[in-house]
Every structure is written in structure tokens, then in C-alpha cells.
Nanobody, 115 residues
């Protein structure tokens, strides 16, 4: 099974930016979709952004225009560029890559946005 390791989280002030990375131990070239989810304390895990194999992207309404997901198949890495961060973006961010009905999850990276 492909292992995923997220990085790039941290503490940032409101209005700032962070770039999350998700490094896969194997190829993501054939992955149907690469996604970023987040889970804030006391809330359900929610889909933030997804990118399909053909490059089609989808975003949660709350992050549209601020976040950008991308994938580098050659480096087996998925990115999430987050701009104009606000305290409501505070959460643990998880990377997910799936191939049909199977998939892998990372361990998560904490993003904290101070007001």
C-alpha cells in the first residue's frame, strides 16, 4: 500500500499563506483522485479540494478562490497552496489518494491560523 506523508503545516497569522505537500511512497500517476481533507476539533472531516487524473479540480465553497490543489506525478507529490487564511481554516489537514475503491491516507498535518 502506498504511504502518504504530509508536511508544510504550522502556525500562521490571518491573511497569511501556507503550502502543504503530500509525498507518496509510490506512483500516483494512475490515481483516480488526489484529495485534501480537513478536520477541525469537534467537527466532521470534510473534503477541501480534489484533483482528478485528468486534472479536473473541485473545491469546497469555503476555500474557492483561496486554495489551489495540484499534483506532480513525476515526483509523486500532491500540493495544497492556501492563501488568505483565516481562523476558520484551523484544522488537521489530511491527504488522500485513491484508486477506484482503494486508497491511502496520510497521518495529517496541523494548520493553525491566529486572528
Amino acid at each position: 500500500q502506498v504511504q502518504l506523508v504530509e508536511s508544510g503545516g504550522g502556525l500562521v497569522q490571518a491573511g497569511g499563506s501556507l503550502r502543504l505537500s503530500c509525498a507518496a511512497s509510490g506512483s500516483i500517476f494512475t490515481a483516480d483522485a488526489c484529495c485534501w481533507y480537513r478536520q477541525a476539533p469537534g467537527k466532521r472531516r470534510e473534503l477541501v479540494a480534489a484533483i482528478a487524473r485528468d486534472g479536473y479540480t473541485n473545491y469546497a465553497d469555503s476555500v474557492k478562490g483561496r486554495f489551489t490543489i495540484s499534483r506532480d506525478n513525476a515526483k509523486n507529490t500532491v500540493f495544497l497552496q492556501m492563501n488568505s487564511l483565516n481562523p476558520e481554516d484551523t484544522a488537521v489537514y489530511y491527504c488522500n489518494v485513491n484508486w477506484g475503491r482503494s486508497g491511502s491516507w496520510g497521518q495529517g498535518t496541523q494548520v493553525t491560523v491566529s486572528s
